[in-house]
Structures are given as C-alpha cells and as structure tokens.
C-alpha cells in the first residue's frame, strides 16, 4: 500500500510540475507587445484610426476603389458595398 501511495505522489507531482511548465510556456507566447509603438504607420498602412473612420464614414477614402483584395480598407470598402447589395471588383 506505501508503494502505491508513493507512486501516486510522484504521479501527482509530476502532472502539476508538467501542468505549470505548460502554463507558464503559453504565457511566454501571449505576451502582447507595445501598444504605443515608436513611430507612425508604414506609407502602405493605415492607422487604427483611419480604419476606423473609414469604416463608419468619416474617413475620406475617395481615392481608394473598394477591390477584393488589397489593403484592409480596400477590403473594408469591399465588404460594405457587397452588404449594400453592390459588387466591388
């Protein structure tokens, strides 16, 4: 019966230092990095904002054609004239 107990224990012992390594090796992966980076976007980006402008309308995106693909805001543009009932290209 003590030997059982023992290799219980050592089972036990063994799942939570398994479990724990696990655990603090996916966290080690989710660590997000900054949210306030250095420097403003990319020429070929766009920031947070602009998206976001022009996905409620504020933004003027004029110059931009709506295409099935291409940037996040041709997409954008694309998604929301095809849920007007439009085509986009």
Known sequence: MAR????DLVRNIAVIVVSVTTIAF???????GDLFPSSGPAATMH????VSDALVGSYDSSTVAASKSGSVLNISKCIIEQL??????
């Open 4 to 7: 059982e107990q023992k290799n």
């Open 47 to 50: 920031t947070i904002e602009e």
């Open 84 to 89: 007007q009932g439009n085509t986009c290209p």
């Open 26 to 32: 996916v966290f080690q992966l989710a660590i997000a």
